[in-house]
């Protein structure tokens, strides 16, 4: 059954994804796996057995991507509306109030709304663990594989919160784990040149590497614990009948009714929009379209349909990450 406010939120949500420029990671991510012969991106060498790229499952759609001439930007669009639907869905209905979002409804609209817009391999896990968390589907743990950062999100709120689909995570776990062994061994989906490789890591080096990563990525796993803890908090008084009367109580404060709510956030997108268009100096899919500005990385993020007829070294695409000449 098709549900037209949650419609309308993963529509808006898109549009204001689209309005992302280039330098953004979407077109990061489009640069490093555009050529079927090479990419251009992190790889970690496991005890000389696995090369595990840096996105580990999302490296892999990525490069099925280019292998089948899918424009990258059509597969992000896809690997986004997946969780987006899931939450929204959440929102309007198994966690709704008559005609209402409360206040822990809005918080969590405009974090996913957050995340959407600010792409990235952590982000989209971040969306999948909060799609797996409201849902409870099992499906939604393959974000864990999404990058590194992904599991050490899931496998901290599934020991702690959901163990029982641990089993789940660990069975994923092995059948990527396998993946990546068997194309390490015989190069199946791995292109002929994987240019980067970050660390060889063995016994000493993994725990440093584990560190790093957590430095690096310290300000997204902050955001991910406070909203994990925050809205496992309050649901679990939903969910909880005896609380059901305090928690609409609480709500009616602080709730807003949800097609006002939807306009809200339809106007808070087109204003974005418009900034990241008209009055923000570098290329986005709308300045493509409409202002007549043929950015390379546009294209071959959104148009190129396996043509695969840019002809400049990778080095010079990836300076129209922060170069707006096209």
């Known amino acids: 059954m098709i549900h037209k406010k949650t419609l309308n939120l993963v529509f808006i949500s898109i549009l204001l994804f689209l309005s992302s ?53 059509i597969i992000l ?6 969780p987006l639907y899931a939450i929204y869905y959440s929102l309007n209905t198994k966690y709704s109030f008559k005609n209402e979002y409360t206040l822990i409804n809005l918080g969590l609209l405009f974090v996913t709304l957050y995340f ?20 409870n589907r099992k499906i939604f743990i393959l974000g864990a594989f999404f990058h590194p950062a992904g599991l050490i999100i899931f496998y901290s ?62 300000v997204e796993l902050t955001f991910a614990a406070i909203i994990i803890l925050f809205v496992i908090f309050n649901y679990r008084l939903f969910i909880n009948k005896s609380n059901l009367q305090f928690i609409i109580k609480k709500g009616s404060f602080f709730s807003l009714n949800k097609s006002t709510t939807i306009l809200i956030v339809f106007i808070i997108s087109l ?50 990450l922060w170069n707006n000449n096209s």
């Open 271 to 320: 204003i974005g929009i418009y900034y990241m268009t008209f009055l923000n100096d570098v290329s986005n899919l709308y300045s493509y379209l409409f202002l007549g500005d043929k950015n390379v990385l546009i294209y071959i993020t959104w148009f190129d349909w396996g043509n695969r007829d840019i002809d400049m070294p990778i080095n010079v695409l990836l300076n129209l």
């Open 157 to 218: 709120y599934i020991i702690l919160f959901s163990r029982k689909h641990l089993a789940v995570l660990l069975f994923f776990t092995f059948l990527i784990v396998s993946l990546i062994y068997f194309d390490t061994q015989y190069q199946i989906l791995t292109s002929k040149d994987l240019i980067l490789l970050r660390f060889n890591i063995n016994e000493e080096s993994l725990y440093q590497m584990i560190l790093r990563l957590i430095d690096a990525k310290r």
């Open 21 to 73: 420029s280039i330098g953004f990671d979407a077109y990061t991510h489009t640069s490093a796996y555009y050529f079927v012969d090479y990419e251009y991106d992190w790889a970690y060498n496991f005890f000389d057995e696995l090369v595990i790229r840096r996105y580990i499952l999302l490296s892999y759609i990525y490069r099925l991507s280019a292998l089948y001439g899918i424009p990258l930007g």
């Open 77 to 82: 669009i896809f690997l986004i509306s997946l």
């Open 116 to 135: 959407t817009f600010y792409f990235s391999g952590t982000n989209i896990a971040i969306l999948w663990l909060i799609a797996y968390f409201l849902t």
